[in-house]
């Protein structure tokens, strides 16, 4: 990394030298810098709408930069040590599917692991690729999926040797990693292209002492959450390519869908957080290491509570552990997860990162101070004094495996009906369900509903988690294909 190059942040610049020029705008976005909506300008403030300007010479073009935005993503390139970058205002959805879809056309191949993203499902839909799924080990204690094992990936591969590409989860909403190193090695010898989603590995990039990033590990391309761990505005992201890649072809992927009007605001936040984290981020991760780790030694004293951690690695499914990821275990005071969400949120001011029915997760970042910590410790010793019960059997896992009949974009586009999710057992659905956070689908386009996994929605529900997905909005009735 060219440190002297990264203290520059030439969209942020161009936008401060945009503004002093008083330019008339006859052009969008219609609000005219504020003038014409003058509530938005006392919500945002006349800094930020002030900026909120439309591609223009001065400014560049995202969906074909040239200047100030190509300067960006070289810097960003750079920064996470990429053979190029792309400036990504869709979120990480978008970068997901623009791996996807560049790596795979109508009937290729694919090797994912079934806990993906439903962005990397929903890819599948748009291009009829058919996924190879590998069905992750389960902590059935904790109830959460755990990494894909080499041997399963090799296993994979060595059925499907005419797959295109394995995606690869760097790490986990949980924490956990695989060996990315080695499933890596194992695709390029297969001849298929290695993807990483690393929307919860940003600061993978910045520190030697958290697990390998994908494009350390040698990774075709990488999704990177900036807005995340990064610090950079909701929605922004990055998309990171490997030397083999033909950047050309995958702009023109990420132009099929991306928006022609990004927002400057968006693109602005991702320079001066990439500038941050290249100046800062090495000292800034540290830190934001060692107070979760003390949440997590102070949350174990408490009782009750089990906030999991590099104990966890075991050189197979779970290779490697983020320490930054601060997940907690409730079921043992009686309590699912969501439901300590919901008084943390309730009765103490706390907004958790999500509840899910084992688990809570605390999403710590360079955002965080120790005050922050001490009151979420302080808040679940409450918690444990005045709420916990008996310890009763939950559900013990919050992934299930699925039954693959068909692909996702089959069953998505056949002829359907709609009918109660209680006489859904041993249809074929054709839409996803899932709890969001965490996004991953409980069932996905294609798959067979089972007992169990209605069983699951229906205790889902009842425990109060966010569900979507589905086309019926209380998620009573499911779309399944028609006989």
Request: with cysteine; charged share 20%; net charge negative.
């Amino acid at each position: 990394m060219d440190l002297s190059r990264q203290k520059k942040a030439p969209i942020y610049e161009a936008l401060e030298r945009f503004r002093k020029l008083h330019v008339v705008p006859f052009d969008v976005p219609g609000h005219k810098r504020g003038r014409g909506n003058p509530e938005l300008v006392k919500f945002l403030g006349q800094q930020c709408v002030g900026v909120d300007v439309n591609s223009m010479k001065p400014l560049d073009n995202l969906c074909h930069p040239i200047s100030i935005i190509k300067e960006a993503e070289e810097l960003a390139a750079d920064a996470f040590g990429a053979a190029h970058s792309f400036l990504m205002v869709g979120g990480t959805t978008s970068a997901v599917q623009a791996m996807v879809l560049t790596a795979c056309k109508a009937g290729d191949k694919i090797i994912l692991p079934r806990n993906v993203h439903k962005s990397a499902i929903n890819a599948l839909v748009l291009c009829g690729a058919t996924p190879v799924y590998i069905d992750p080990k389960v902590d059935k204690e904790l109830g959460i999926p755990l990494g894909m094992e080499v041997a399963d990936v090799k296993k994979a591969m060595d059925e499907n040797p005419d797959a295109k590409a394995v995606l690869i989860n760097n790490p986990t909403y949980y924490g956990i990693c695989s060996d990315l190193r080695s499933i890596v090695k194992l695709a390029h010898e297969h001849g298929m292209l290695a993807l990483v989603d690393e929307a919860h590995g940003t600061h993978f990039y910045f520190s030697d002492k958290l697990p390998c990033s994908g494009m350390e590990a040698g990774a075709d391309m990488c999704s990177v959450s900036m807005h995340k761990s990064g610090g950079s505005l909701t929605q922004s992201s990055l998309l990171l390519l490997g030397p083999a890649m033909n950047p050309g072809y995958v702009r023109q992927i990420i132009n099929l869908t991306q928006t022609t009007s990004g927002s400057y605001l968006l693109m602005a936040s991702l320079d001066l957080s990439r500038r941050n984290l290249a100046l800062r981020g090495k000292e800034s991760f540290e830190k934001v290491a060692r107070m979760a780790q003390y949440a997590r030694d102070e949350i174990n004293a408490i009782g009750g509570f089990y906030a999991y951690g590099r104990e966890l690695i075991n050189g197979g499914s779970v290779y490697d552990f983020d320490v930054t990821k601060l997940a907690v275990l409730t079921h043992k005071i009686g309590l699912a997860g969501i439901e300590v969400y919901d008084l943390l949120r309730d009765e103490y001011d706390i907004q958790m990162e999500f509840g899910d029915i084992s688990n809570i997760l605390a999403y710590i970042s360079i955002g965080d101070s120790i005050q922050d910590i001490e009151r979420l410790v302080g808040a679940l010793a409450d918690i444990y004094r005045l709420y916990s019960k008996p310890e009763k059997k939950l559900f013990s896992a919050e992934y299930i495996s699925p039954q693959v009949v068909t692909t996702p974009q089959t069953a998505f586009y056949a002829e359907k009906e709609s009918l109660p999710i209680k006489d859904c057992a041993g249809r074929v659905c054709g839409e996803s369900v899932m709890c969001y956070p965490p996004g991953i689908p409980i069932l996905a386009p294609g798959e067979v509903i089972t007992k169990e996994i209605i069983e699951y929605i229906s205790f889902a529900k009842e425990k109060g988690c966010s569900m979507q997905g589905p086309e019926s909005d209380d998620i009573s009735h499911l779309n399944v294909l028609k006989i």
